[in-house]
């Protein structure tokens, strides 16, 4: 049975397993199932198999954990499963060295190389506690992500269980099946791994936030005006001179604001009469980018994840890939 079709009154075992207590952890598994595969369809994919196997295994269930750790326990399993063999994950700097403007994208790899955007909604549990608010959309930014994918598999979950979900050493060694030791030296080395990664990922991002001040929201009032009108000189003074442009599902990405300035007016003509649409996206600023076709109308182009550091953008994630747009909700075209 398919569990988003589960009966809302069917008969459980157990007070605690029925189809809605299932449902109430769609989301945060989601977010846990994202950061471990960096997929938003693989997670989505990963949850819909854990919740099903769930509901299929309900009269098994005899109340030795609580239910949350039990569908964590499946989810790993499944997050497991799915990562055994597989080539990590990454962004275009993963992979390839800059260029300036004079680049070629090249040909496109396959969607499985990339850790890919996803919804905030489809992966941040409802908070009204800023703070926590503020770590769950810390660990869903592309840069987090991209960095767990250099864990292997199993610390990678222990990291998510303990240092984002806040299990306790005791619940991880019992869903993975091992020791307390075995857990905390798992930590230890996933910790020491992701420190040594983010500390050469030259990150100029400023210091996560539940709410983006003025200044963040006027810098981006700034950057939309400038892109949709293609006023360069202005997005000169927008970009963080360190800044990054990558082009997913391409290798290529450009570095410093004079060669992505330099690389946007080259291209200028395929993108005038853009339009931005505001999303809400790895707990980052975000816009669907939709360019005029040869029909007039406004077409899905691209998904954009902004960085923001030091009063200025320093990161642009522009994934050239229009089937994502109905992920988001958005249509194909819109008219203006």
């Known amino acids: 049975m398919n569990v988003r079709e589960l009966p809302q009154n069917s008969p459980a075992p157990s007070t605690e397993v029925n189809a809605e207590s299932l449902l109430t952890y769609r989301v945060e598994l989601a977010g846990y199932c994202y950061r471990m595969l960096g997929s938003a369809f693989d997670a989505e994919d990963a949850v819909q198999e854990t919740l099903e196997r769930a509901w299929r295994s ?9 239910v949350r750790s039990w569908l964590y326990r499946i989810a790993t399993n499944i997050c497991l499963d799915q990562l ?7 962004l275009p700097m993963d992979i390839a060295a800059p260029t300036n403007s004079d680049g070629v994208p090249g040909q496109a790899l396959p969607e499985d190389a990339w850790v890919g955007p996803v919804p905030n909604a489809w992966v941040l549990p409802e908070t009204t506690d800023p703070a926590e608010l503020a770590v769950r959309e810390e660990t869903i930014r592309l840069a987090f992500v991209t960095a767990l994918q250099h864990l292997s598999p199993r610390e990678r979950s222990v990291l998510i269980l303990r240092d ?43 210091p996560g936030a539940s709410t983006r001040t003025e200044q963040q929201e006027r810098l981006l009032a700034r950057y939309v005006e400038a892109f949709q009108s293609q006023d360069f000189d202005r997005l000169m003074t927008i970009l963080h001179e360190e800044a990054r442009l990558s082009m997913p599902p391409y290798a290529l990405w450009i570095h410093s604001a004079a060669h992505i300035v330099d690389w946007l007016h080259r291209h200028a003509e395929a993108c005038s009469d853009s339009r931005l649409v505001v999303l809400a996206v790895n707990g980052s ?7 005029r076709n040869e029909r007039g109308e406004q077409s899905a182009f691209a998904i954009q994840v902004l960085t923001l550091g030091g009063g200025r953008i320093t990161a642009i994630e522009n994934f050239l890939q229009p089937e994502l747009f109905w992920r988001f909700g958005l249509p194909r075209t819109i008219q203006t």
């Not at 309900?58 to 609580?66: A, I, V």
């Not at 055994?84 to 990454?90: F, N």
């Not at 930590?187 to 991002?205: I, K, P, Y």
């Open 164 to 206: 984002v979900l806040a299990f306790r050493a005791s619940e991880v060694a019992d869903l993975l099946e091992t020791t307390v030791p075995s857990v905390n030296g798992s930590l230890r080395r996933a910790r020491a791994t992701l420190a040594t990664v983010q500390q050469s990922g030259d990150d100029h991002t400023d």
């Open 58 to 66: 309900r009269d098994r269930y005899r109340g030795g954990s609580s």
């Open 84 to 90: 055994r063999g597989r080539k990590r994950r990454a």
């Open 285 to 291: 600023p975000a816009y669907a980018h939709y360019r």
